[in-house]
């Protein structure tokens, strides 16, 4: 098989046209919940990949055609703020879908809880002929709306990317997010940078970035 795509947790290859398999590469990660959710999101709607097969660590699932939008912002970075409200978009339809009951709670409401993506940047939505589609639910999780922007919104913030100009288009991208999403992530902004902070995949320019946040944040 092909290698396509490699990720920090899995593997992708090519099977054939219209499919792929992605593999976990560590045992006892299950696709169960996964794939159970990318089912249920496609029947009400949301555009993910169509799952075919699901077994233990592997998942074959619809081959995609199209550059993620992180490649598109690299190569069209005019459109950095029409890719910013689209990514924003995306979050708000995510999150008129109430969460059900079956989906592990990440950060619980008072009983009014949303799915959440909870990595939901521009490496994972692929921009096809049909419009974008999200990928990789691995973190999704049940909870406020708060929380999936706060995430995003931390994630493509300490993203380690070189020169002027794209840190400057990361602000950009940041404030177009926000500008096509209706929820606000203010308040759960300082547990995202917890969390993230956790990450042992950080790199130090990252760890910097999220620890000067954090200290902004908590009114330091």
Request: net charge negative.
């Given at each position: 098989?092909?290698l396509?795509?490699?990720?920090r947790d899995a593997?992708v290859f090519?099977?054939?046209?219209?499919?792929?398999?992605?593999?976990?590469r560590?045992e006892?990660?299950?696709?169960?919940?996964?794939?159970?959710?990318?089912t249920h999101l496609a029947?009400?709607?949301?555009?993910v990949p169509?799952v075919?097969?699901v077994?233990?660590?592997?998942m074959v699932?619809?081959?995609?055609?199209?550059?993620?939008?992180?490649?598109?912002?690299a190569?069209?970075?005019w459109?950095?703020?029409s890719?910013?409200r689209?990514l924003?978009?995306?979050?708000d339809r995510?999150?008129?879908l109430?969460?059900?009951?079956?989906l592990?709670?990440?950060?619980g409401t008072a009983?009014?809880?949303r799915?959440?993506?909870?990595?939901?940047?521009?490496?994972?939505v692929?921009?096809?002929?049909?419009?974008?589609v999200?990928i990789d639910?691995?973190?999704?999780?049940?909870?406020?709306?708060a929380?999936d922007?706060?995430m995003?919104?931390?994630?493509?913030?300490?993203?380690?990317?070189?020169g002027?100009?794209?840190?400057?288009g990361r602000g950009?991208?940041?404030?177009?997010?926000?500008g096509?999403?209706g929820t606000?992530?203010?308040p759960?902004?300082?547990?995202?940078?917890?969390?993230k902070?956790?990450?042992?995949h950080?790199?130090a320019t990252?760890?910097a970035w999220?620890r000067n946040r954090?200290?902004v944040?908590?009114?330091c």
């Open positions: 098989m092909e396509i795509a490699r990720g593997d090519a099977l054939d046209e219209s499919r792929v398999l992605r593999r976990y560590h006892g990660r299950s696709t169960y919940l996964e794939s159970r959710l990318m029947a009400n709607g949301y555009p169509q075919y097969e077994t233990g660590t592997d699932l619809e081959r995609l055609t199209g550059p993620t939008m992180l490649e598109a912002l190569q069209r970075p459109q950095v703020r890719l910013g689209a924003g978009g995306l979050h995510l999150h008129a109430p969460a059900p009951a079956w592990p709670k990440r950060f009983g009014n809880d799915v959440l993506h909870l990595d939901l940047h521009p490496g994972n692929v921009l096809t002929a049909h419009g974008p999200v639910w691995s973190n999704a999780g049940a909870g406020d709306p929380a922007v706060a995003t919104m931390v994630t493509v913030g300490s993203a380690d990317v070189p002027v100009v794209a840190r400057l950009l991208l940041l404030r177009a997010v926000q096509g999403c606000d992530p203010t759960r902004l300082q547990e995202a940078l917890t969390i902070l956790a990450d042992p950080l790199t990252e760890a999220l954090a200290a944040s908590a009114g």
